[in-house]
């Protein structure tokens, strides 16, 4: 918005001092504007039609999956939105969004919170061994995540934690995640490091260096961990299903694949319903957060 | 969005090993614990299958709780594939649930890995074992111990699509032997072009390993020895597949690029093909998949390769058995008898988790439709039922898919018959000795 609107008024000014002459540039320009337009308009169909077909297959009769591949429902039906609604097994379809609500959050809380703390100990504090443990956290990033999935089973079922969300959440808060810490170390190097040293001549420690300084100027960083870690623990499927047991636990990637059994019939209409419906809260939180993102990135560098 | 296939892939290879070890120190299956009536007991007990059969089981639980009040049940369930995904996890790491849901092709591994409770103490005892056929309880016993009580049976059986035959303008498979069934298939594949109707007769009845079995137990051949080496050489397969190549030529099954297309369905499922050759259990999700148009199937005998041979088996389609680990092995052997054999819980279920192989539970269940056709075929094939093959080895699951593909890659066209042959028995080489 902000971008085109100094172009706008610039426009302006300079129909106001040419006059006449000027309208046949304005309409060459908007010319380009509605071929570009129509250009980006069909590339986007393009990439976007998977999610239009899933957005009408939802108004899809069961009997037609398989039998009318194409866009427009045959007898289109709100039959799959109001059996989604019902829930599965007894279960209201508002409790898995909730679980996996629950499960989106604490994961961002948990990831934003530690990931942070330990990519500033990495870029700001100097201590013994800090390139061979900085090189570890690093090396976790090369280990895939299944060769340690027995190993962490047998850990959390030692502890008696199956059925719970902790073996889900718990290692979010123990920043685990490398990625995020690295960035964020990045991050922080970046920022140079006279403000530190301004507020340790004032009497500051670290965590009020970290509070007060940091925190502040990574805000960027730390929305787009945030963004990351919401969208992967919200789309989570491994985790839950190996670490919860109970249906009316579980979160929405698998609540997703109930609906369809090779054994006996599937329900295609409900699970891409169920689909669709999936996508909404996590669309959302990027169209609140990209704003940030954006803002903060715009915004970011030294002030007087 | 849900990146579950790679996943499942390497978890399957991770587990794979961890298994093996998990067995090595599992110790033997002397679980077990016995039942007091009076005490609380909680047993959890998984299953697979979607939310409309985990109701069924919900029904079940309540109506055990009636006659043991004190034994709370747990349920959890999962999909088929995702359901094994988490018991893989489980057996590597300790923590198999009291009571699971198990299938012909995992009781191998897990009974052989020490997993499993041997039920051998209960039966007769906690488990009535009286509605049973004796070769279906058979099923369950592997590695000298009885790992599983089936639930269910399945046998291989044709099903044909009768509207669409209709429409075709072509009478039923009447019966016959291999040849007569391809000829059938010609002829529907011609009269379904001369109609304009596309459809045709079947795809490649050569591309399934269970109709090869068939071919092999009707010259007194199992596929596999009781060793779990194959029964068959090169020769065998090759005459096998070399039965249809004229046909594959010439076009009377449908083409894979149209197969293809139809994915996830099948080319049954979507009346593309009046035909096919499968377990019988699979009828349900034909018709639902069919919708409103195909409101009915036929179930008929596959083709005879020899007069008098007993070639068809009944197969445990689904079984119950109890984790070596378990405290409570008297409860879950208790619980198991309840499920499988309970008149009530019988006709709660119907054929949900397939014909009940209780004699109880099935003179219970109120078969109707599809259903009784299923029990009505079950009992015309008993003159060629012959005895189970043994409990599939370790990595049958992978042969067979191998066999799968191969029949597809045969029908597009992009393997010959030789390399085919040469193909699986390498892959089979690799899956029997890893």
Redesign the interface.
């Known amino acids: 918005m902000t971008a085109i609107r100094p172009e706008a008024t610039f426009d302006e000014a300079v129909r106001t001092a040419k006059g006449a002459p000027t309208r046949r540039k304005v309409s060459r320009k908007s010319w380009q504007t509605v071929i570009w337009f129509v250009a980006l308009g069909a590339l986007t169909v393009l990439v976007l039609y998977p999610l239009v077909w899933l957005v009408f297959s939802t108004f899809k009769p ?6 009318n ?1 194409g866009l427009i429902p045959e007898s289109p039906t709100i039959d799959n939105y109001l059996r989604v609604f019902e829930g ?3 279960v209201p379809l508002w409790r898995f969004f909730a679980n996996s609500l629950f499960i989106a959050s604490m994961a961002v809380i948990g990831t934003v919170l530690s990931s942070a703390l330990a990519a500033y100990g990495f870029a700001r504090i100097k201590f013994k061994g800090v390139g061979v443990l900085f090189a570890a956290m690093i090396g976790t990033l090369l280990l ?1 995540f ?2 340690v ?2 190993p962490q ?2 850990l959390f ?1 030692r502890l008696d934690l ?1 059925d719970t969300y902790i073996p889900l959440i718990l290692p979010k808060f123990l920043a685990t995640e490398a990625f995020f810490v690295f960035l964020i170390v990045q991050f922080i190097r970046s920022i140079p490091r006279d403000m530190d040293e301004a507020a340790r001549i004032d009497g500051a420690g670290h965590f009020r260096i970290f509070w007060s300084i940091i925190v502040p100027l990574i805000k960027p960083a730390l929305i787009t961990c945030s963004i990351f870690a919401f969208i992967w623990a919200w ?1 989570d ?2 985790g839950p ?2 670490y919860v ?3 009316e636990q579980y979160p929405l ?2 609540a ?12 295609y209409g409900a699970s891409v319903t169920a ?1 669709l419906l ?2 909404v809260p996590i669309m959302a939180f990027f169209a609140v957060f990209q704003r940030f993102l954006i803002g903060g990135v715009a915004t970011q560098g030294l002030k007087g | ?4 296939k790679r ?1 499942a892939a ?2 399957a ?3 794979g090993t ?1 298994l093996v070890l998990a067995g090595c120190s599992g110790g033997s299956s002397g679980g077990g614990g016995e039942f007091d009536p009076d005490e609380e007991t909680t047993l ?1 007990f ?1 299953f ?8 069924l089981y ?1 029904q079940a639980i309540d109506l055990f709780n009636e006659e043991y009040p004190n034994v709370s049940v ?7 594939p ?1 359901y094994w ?2 018991r893989q ?2 057996a ?4 198999l649930p009291d009571v699971l849901a198990t299938d012909i092709s995992y009781l191998r591994q897990y009974s052989e890995n020490g997993l499993l409770l041997d039920l051998e103490p209960y039966l007769g005892e906690q488990i009535d074992t009286g509605p049973f056929d004796e070769a279906v309880l058979g099923s369950g016993e592997v590695a000298d111990i009885t790992a599983g009580i089936p639930i269910s049976t399945n046998a291989w059986g044709l099903f044909t699509n009768p509207t669409l035959l209709a429409e075709i303008g072509v009478e039923d498979f009447a019966g016959g032997d291999w040849d007569d069934y391809t000829a059938w298939i010609e002829d529907t594949t011609a009269a379904a072009e001369a109609a304009g109707v596309e459809a045709w007769g079947a795809g490649d009845w050569t591309g399934r390993i269970q109709v090869f079995e068939l071919q092999q137990r009707a010259q007194g051949e199992e596929l596999f020895t009781e060793d779990g080496e194959p029964n068959f050489d090169e020769d065998d397969l090759r005459d096998f597949w070399n039965q249809t190549t004229e046909q594959r030529e010439a076009g009377a099954f449908i083409p894979q690029q149209r197969v293809e ?2 994915l996830p ?1 099948g080319a049954f ?3 593309l093909t009046a035909s096919e050759m499968t377990w019988d ?1 699979f009828g ?2 034909y018709l ?6 195909y409101p009915e199937l036929n179930l008929i005998e596959p083709p005879v390769t020899e007069e008098g041979a007993k070639d068809l088996y009944q197969k445990a389609g689904m079984l119950l058995s109890a984790s070596a680990g378990t405290d409570h092995g008297e409860a879950a052997a208790i619980f198991i008898d309840f499920m499988v054999n309970d008149p009530e819980v019988g006709a709660i279920f119907g054929t ?1 988790r397939g014909l009940p192989a209780s004699e109880t539970a099935r003179s219970s269940s109120d078969l109707s439709g599809l259903d009784a056709q299923i029990e009505e075929y079950e009992a015309s094939i008993a003159d060629r039922l012959g005895d189970a093959p043994p409990v599939p080895i370790v990595g049958f699951g992978n042969i067979e898919e191998e066999f799968r593909v191969l029949g597809t890659e045969l029908m597009f066209g992009t393997v010959t018959v030789d390399e085919a042959v040469d193909r699986f028995f390498t892959e089979m080489d690799v899956a029997l000795n890893s």
């Open positions: 069961n009997a037609e999956f398989g039998q591949p599965i097994a007894g895939p299944h060769v999935i027995i089973y047998v079922n199956i789309n499927f491994l299903l190996l047991t109970s249906p990637p698998i997703l694949r109930l609906y369809n059994d090779q054994t006996s019939a599937s329900d689909s999936a996508l | 969005m849900f990146n579950t996943t390497l978890i290879a991770a587990t961890a959890n998984a697979w299958g979607n939310d409309v059969r985990a109701g919900d747990q349920t959890s369930f999962l999909p088929y995702d995904e988490r996890t489980e590597a790491g300790g923590g297309e139809q369905l499922d979507t009346a259990n349900a999700g639902a998949n069919l919708g409103e148009g949900n």
